[in-house]
């Protein structure tokens, strides 16, 4: 599973709010509501996400594998 739990920490300690990614930056809201639902994004946007945190794509997205039933 791939979730975006590490993207809240990281902005977090970059002090950059969620406000000013939409303002500042051009993020949309509907790319916001999909990070916090964990749903799926386009890769230039994770990209955009990188530049504007100055950070590595372990930052933003963790992946965790999936329990075997």
């Not at 993207?7 to 977090?12: A, I």
């Given at each position: 599973m791939l979730t975006f739990d590490p993207?809240?920490?990281?902005?977090?300690r970059k002090k950059i709010s969620q406000y000013a990614l939409i303002k500042e930056y051009g993020v949309s809201t509907g790319t916001l509501d999909a990070l916090r639902k964990n749903r799926s994004i386009t890769l230039n946007t994770?990209?955009?996400?990188c530049n504007i945190l100055q950070c590595d794509v372990s930052d933003i997205i963790q992946f965790t594998p999936d329990e075997k039933e």
């Open positions: 993207l809240w920490e990281t902005m977090k994770l990209n955009d996400l």
